[in-house]
């Protein structure tokens, strides 16, 4: 069954450093999400993607994150000079817009610590 | 804002009784998805559903939509030690899911 997959699994960074988590979203797909998940937290959205362009951003999507589809299959995640408090569950995510419900698939996550 | 209430928070309950888990928001949500999300991994998609009043089925599992697409539910039958785990309700708005805080479930053999 297809599914999203991202990279890294897990990393830690220091504070101040930046990061690019990486996406491959289902190929068929055209919408894409970041979400996160701060440890015993909601989730919460960040930002929605389609037409190589940003559809709709939350509060927490600031000038310090950037999102880019560099490839036909790659969809990635900047964080510019990390913070402790982006210490989180990033979760990729994508949809096809088409099926009844607009149905999102979620990755499995990438675990970002910030020291 | 919109807000997606999730009820209860916790349960606990002994294998072989039923229980059911309720997602309720103010706004109207043009679809609504269940997930289940197990510790250190990415929600899992259960279900689907679009329609006010729709019901679906997935094996003991039977998720329902309100009829005016501002509450859902999830009902399970003959809970068993597998089923154990976070469920999480997302409700479906513009391009965002908008989620409630997840219902733990521990089912006790």
């Known amino acids: 069954e297809p599914e999203v997959t991202q990279t890294p699994s897990h990393q830690v960074t220091q504070m101040g450093q930046e990061v690019i988590l990486r996406c491959v979203p289902i190929?068929?797909?055209?919408?894409f999400y970041w979400y996160r998940q701060i440890l015993g937290q909601k989730v919460e959205f960040l930002v929605s993607f389609y037409n190589n362009e940003i559809s709709e951003k939350s509060e927490i999507f600031d000038d310090q994150f950037s999102v880019e589809r560099p490839d036909g299959s790659n969809f990635t995640l900047k964080i510019r000079s990390t913070k402790l408090e982006d210490s989180a569950m990033y979760f990729c995510a994508s949809s096809d817009g088409q099926s009844s419900g607009n149905t999102i698939y979620f990755g499995e996550g990438s675990w970002l610590t910030v020291v | 804002t919109q807000l997606l209430e999730q009820s209860p928070q916790f349960l606990s309950i002994q294998e072989g009784e039923n229980l059911t888990v309720y997602c309720n928001s103010s706004?109207?949500?043009?679809?609504l998805q269940w997930y289940r999300q197990e510790p250190g991994e990415g929600p899992v998609l259960l279900v689907t559903v679009v329609t006010g009043g729709e019901v679906k089925k997935l094996k003991r599992l039977t998720f329902q939509f309100g009829d005016a697409r501002k509450d859902s539910s999830l009902h399970i039958t003959a809970a068993q030690p597998g089923d154990t785990g976070l469920y999480l309700c997302?409700?479906?708005?513009?391009?965002?899911?908008?989620w409630g805080a997840g219902t733990k479930l521990i089912i006790k053999p």
């Open positions: 997302a409700g479906h708005s513009n391009y965002q899911l908008i």
């Open positions: 706004s109207v949500f043009s679809s």
């Open positions: 190929s068929n797909h055209l919408y």
